[in-house]
């Protein structure tokens, strides 16, 4: 069974500072990897999806690299903005026939402070 | 394009009632789900519609029933509402291109 996990739970940073949000899966075989964002109350946003066969992907000032061998993906953001704020959620979604269902991590909580 | 829409957005339900949580997508997606997420367990699978006319079961499906009643609706009911469904539920619809969710219903149960 594919279980994903997220560190740190929690992140409290600086205005201004670039920062790095954590993922790993335990099985290698998957269709894409997913970032979401979360705001307190809301649903989840779609921030940036990696296919199986790619590296990395960027918008603006995230960007999300996948090294599928090592079961590992990293979120950057660069010159991090109150704004950030937020939950971040890694999920992923397994190879094989089927519905593309996805396997979530728990998030990690960042705080950027002004 | 509204994306996902889900109703209603809050509901109050004693131990016991029975309710339905209707979600609708506009984007042609064949995939449609249904999560739960509480606090310390992240999001879980309840059901999911790989496409219009089938169901199948996620990790949580007990106590839950679904309807794909056609390609832009998904609906979840819960037959007689118990304290431990008590959660935020969300919608999300897939193309096999990445997930797209509602905003959410936010269920207590007394």
Redesign the interface.
């Known amino acids: 069974k594919q279980e994903v996990t997220q560190i740190p739970a929690a992140l409290s940073v600086p205005e201004g500072e670039n920062l790095v949000l954590n993922c790993s899966f335990t099985d290698s075989a998957i269709?894409?990897l997913?970032w979401?964002r979360q705001d307190p109350g809301?649903?989840?946003?779609?921030l940036l999806?990696i296919q199986s066969s790619q590296r990395e992907q960027t918008s603006g000032r995230l960007n999300a690299s996948l090294d599928k061998s090592s079961g590992r993906s990293t979120l950057y953001i660069a010159a991090s903005q109150p704004g950030d704020s937020a939950t971040y959620?890694c999920?992923v979604e397994d190879s094989g026939a089927?519905?593309?269902?996805?396997t979530?991590?728990?998030?990690t909580k960042l705080s950027v402070i002004p | 394009n509204a994306g996902v829409t889900q109703t209603p957005k809050f509901q109050v339900l004693k131990t016991g009632q029975s309710m339905t949580l209707q979600c609708a997508q506009d984007m042609n997606h064949?995939?449609m789900?249904w999560y739960r997420q509480d606090p310390?367990?992240?999001?879980r699978?309840i059901y999911?519609?790989?496409?219009e006319g089938t169901t199948?079961k996620?990790e949580v499906p007990n106590g839950y029933n679904v309807s794909r009643l056609n390609k832009r609706e998904f609906s979840l009911r819960l037959e007689s509402a118990a304290p431990s469904q008590t959660s935020v539920y969300?919608c999300?619809s897939?193309s096999?291109?990445?997930?797209?969710?509602?905003?959410?219903t936010r269920l207590t149960v007394l």
Request: hydrophobic content about 30%.
């Open positions: 269709y894409n997913q979401f809301k649903g989840l946003t779609s999806l959620l999920a089927g519905s593309y269902q996805l979530f991590g728990k998030g | 064949n995939s789900y310390g367990m992240g999001l699978l999911y519609s790989a496409s199948d996620g969300f999300a897939s096999g291109t990445g997930e797209f969710f509602g905003p959410g």
